[in-house]
């Protein structure tokens, strides 16, 4: 989504909140066959909004869910302050831990080879993966997003009220002194509002940690050189026409390459060690293309650096049946390859020039 003003956020939030009850609600109009979402029809036709404002507040319902749902993960380990030291889930090893014990019995060659490793024989989603993939979906919104599930979170922790509480309303015989005292449903509804906030801050200040966000939060990063870059931002490491080309040179297209696209922001996002290092060469290669040149030449057809080897292998290894050239002469983006390849083109365009 662009980047929308404050006061446009708030809006926003607060239309969001007034919906959450029907946030997956859907009809069917009159004259229509297909049904369409209540929370589009509020925002577009009975709020007389932009229909830009309703697909946003429809996107910050899904977002604030994702963010709901990734806070009762953490809640299941008792909100670590770093990542999680599971291996097998594909998370970040305890890199960035506080307790300063060695992840493994025999010291790495180099921890992000070690973490694109770990990577490929991940097997579910990691939490982290799924945080930046909620990010990702939010982007600039994402403070709305998490506002909008503090709200959620606080009125469904409410009590319901009683039966009779038409009856508990009447207060004709209370006493003056006591009126301006909060009740016991005052009480909960403070103590609903502490809780959240409190978690949900947990949440940010973790995704933060993992630099997940970039220097959005924490402007002293920026101040000191080391911005990072929020997970919106993130693209993958090689675009459709370099995986075609010599990455997976029998990639079809349509839906596999959409696939392969996926995984490459997966891999990105899991572990991160990998994530800043995508992210302080993507950061080269913006600053690269601001002064006019590149950090590759367009004619190379191998990897550039490590994180692109490393990027490499993982996709060969995730779609093996994509990684062989179509004559299956050998392993795409070899040098034998790239050398094989030049002779037939000069050898056509030698032919162009002997015909007539």
């Known amino acids: 989504p662009p980047l929308v003003t404050p006061s446009d956020e708030r809006r926003l939030v607060l239309y969001t909140s007034l919906l959450l009850p029907w946030a997956n609600g859907q009809a069917t109009l009159l004259g229509k066959k297909k049904p369409t979402s209540l929370v589009r029809y509020a925002v577009s036709e009975s709020l007389k909004q932009r229909v830009k404002d309703a697909e946003n507040v429809m996107l910050l319902h899904e977002a604030a869910d994702r963010f709901a749902k990734l806070l009762n993960n953490r809640q299941r380990d008792s909100l670590p302050a770093s990542s999680s030291s599971s291996p097998g889930a594909g998370s970040t090893m305890g890199v960035g831990s506080d307790s300063g014990s060695p992840t493994s019995s025999s010291a790495p060659s180099s921890p992000l080879a070690e973490a694109a490793a770990s990577l490929s024989a991940a097997s579910t989603m990691s939490r982290r993966a799924e945080a930046g993939l909620a990010l990702r979906l939010a982007g600039p919104l994402w403070r709305a997003g998490v506002l909008v599930a503090i709200v959620n979170d606080i009125t469904d922790s409410l009590p319901s009220p009683p039966p009779n509480a038409e009856d508990a309303n009447e207060s004709d015989d209370e006493d003056p002194l006591e009126a301006g005292l909060p009740t016991i449903s005052d009480m909960a509804q403070l103590s609903s509002e502490m809780r959240a906030s409190a978690l949900f801050a947990a949440l940010v200040k973790w995704m933060?940690?993992?630099?997940?966000?970039?220097?959005?939060?924490?402007?002293?990063?920026?101040?000191?050189?080391?911005?990072?870059?929020?997970?919106?931002?993130?693209?993958?490491?090689?675009?459709?026409?370099?995986?075609?080309?010599?990455?997976?040179?029998?990639?079809?297209?349509?839906?596999?390459?959409?696939?392969?696209?996926?995984?490459?922001?997966?891999?990105?996002?899991?572990?991160?060690?990998?994530?800043?290092?995508?992210?302080?060469?993507?950061?080269?290669?913006?600053?690269?293309a601001l002064e006019g040149r590149s950090v590759r030449s367009a004619e190379q057809r191998a990897p550039a650096n490590q994180v692109e080897e490393l990027c490499c292998s993982y996709l060969r290894s995730r779609f093996?049946?994509?990684?062989?050239?179509?004559?299956?002469?050998?392993?795409?983006?070899?040098?034998?390859?790239?050398?094989?390849a030049r002779p037939k083109g000069k050898a056509r365009k030698v032919t162009k020039e002997k015909v007539p």
């Open 320 to 340: 093996p049946e994509f990684a062989q050239p179509a004559n299956g002469t050998g392993p795409a983006g070899d040098a034998g390859a790239e050398a094989g």
């Open 208 to 288: 933060d940690e993992e630099g997940l966000l970039g220097s959005t939060v924490s402007i002293h990063k920026a101040v000191v050189g080391n911005p990072g870059m929020a997970a919106w931002e993130m693209v993958p490491v090689f675009d459709g026409n370099m995986v075609r080309d010599w990455v997976l040179p029998s990639l079809p297209k349509g839906p596999a390459m959409r696939d392969v696209m996926e995984a490459q922001i997966l891999w990105q996002m899991d572990h991160r060690d990998v994530y800043a290092a995508v992210a302080e060469l993507q950061l080269q290669q913006r600053a690269a």
